[in-house]
């Protein structure tokens, strides 16, 4: 097992041995090998990938969309302008994952 420096000094709670929780915390994460080369110099990142949630589906404007978006302009047509102008915005939905990177081979892989 590799030894990594650690500028912590405060013993994790109950540790007999007297490790610090930066050794314990350095310790679990080079545990991790990499299932492409076997190596344990892994780095683990946090990923976030946005997306805009649209707001109607596709049989919105298959059954409704297409004949309603003609009659809101030919009925409400100042109104519908200003909601198409003013109107709220799509919604932005973000989700975090974390991603392990092997620094020997490049290999990425999810980790739970």
Do not use: H
């Amino acid at each position: 097992m590799p030894v990594i420096n650690c500028t912590c000094a405060a013993p994790f709670a109950g540790s007999a041995v007297g490790l610090t929780a930066c050794d314990r915390t350095n310790a679990e994460e080079t545990s991790v090998k990499c299932p492409n080369c076997k190596s344990e110099n892994i780095i683990i990142q946090a990923v976030t990938d946005v997306k805009e949630k649209r707001k109607k589906g596709w049989a919105y404007w298959i059954f409704i969309g297409w004949w309603w978006e003609i009659i809101a302009w030919i009925l409400f047509g100042v109104w519908k302008l200003l909601v198409v102008l003013f109107g709220k915005k799509t919604k932005v939905v973000s989700i975090t994952r974390s991603v392990a990177v092997c620094q020997n081979c490049g290999n990425r892989w999810n980790v739970k």
